[in-house]
């Protein structure tokens, strides 16, 4: 990563953004006391805890999933 032009145009070069990102979706969630989870399971939880948190992305979930359908397991 060039750090020094990455500066000069003002961006971020830390990863505070990304880490208090996992914590909120991922370590709040999964790490409560005496939870466990299989891969599988924590996959899909943190994808609809990932919509949930993400301004207008579980309108567009729902919206997609009226549009073509949910699929069966």
Do not use: N
């Not at 961006?11 to 953004?17: H, T, Y």
């Not at 992305?57 to 549009?67: A, E, N, T």
């Amino acid at each position: 990563m060039d750090y020094p032009r990455h500066l000069a145009k003002k961006l971020p070069i830390d990863s505070g953004v990304v880490e208090v990102a996992c914590k909120t979706l991922v370590k709040q969630r999964l790490c409560g006391t005496s939870m466990r989870w299989k891969h599988q399971g924590a996959k899909i939880m943190l994808s609809l805890r990932a919509l949930v948190q993400s301004t207008g992305r579980w309108v567009q979930f729902w919206d997609k999933i009226d549009q073509f359908g949910a699929q069966p397991c």
